[in-house]
Nanobody, 114 residues
Framework: QVQFVESGGGTVQPGGSLRLSCAAS????????MGWYRRATGKQRELVAT???????NYADSVKGRFTISRDNAKNTVYLQMNSLKPEDTAVYYC????????WGQGTQVTVSS
């Protein structure tokens, strides 16, 4: 089963930036669409952004213009650059294929507060 390990989270002030990384245990060459998801406390997991193998991207309206998803297929890694962070971005962030496959990783915590 393919597995994902997220990293790069932390605590930042509103307006700050973070870059998340997602390392896959196996090749993501065959995964056409990868995505970043997040789950805020008391909320359901939601899809934040997706990227195709060829680099086409889509974003949730709430993060459009602030977040950038990218992937390095040769390195089996997906990234999420987050700028102009808001308190409502606080959540545990996960990566997976879209639609999701296999098991979810532990995620990486992003906290935006002053």
């Amino acid at each position: 089963q393919v597995q994902f390990v997220e990293s790069g989270g932390g605590t930042v002030q509103p307006g700050g930036s973070l870059r998340l990384s997602c390392a896959a245990s196996g090749s993501i060459f065959s995964i056409v669409v990868m995505g970043w998801y997040r789950r805020a406390t008391g909320k359901q997991r939601e899809l934040v952004a997706t990227i195709t193998y060829g680099g086409n991207t889509n974003y949730a309206d709430s993060v459009k213009g602030r977040f950038t998803i990218s992937r390095d297929n040769a390195k089996n890694t997906v990234y999420l650059q987050m700028n102009s962070l808001k308190p409502e971005d606080t959540a545990v962030y996960y990566c997976n294929a879209y639609p999701a496959i296999g098991y979810w990783g532990q995620g990486t915590q992003v906290t935006v507060s002053s």
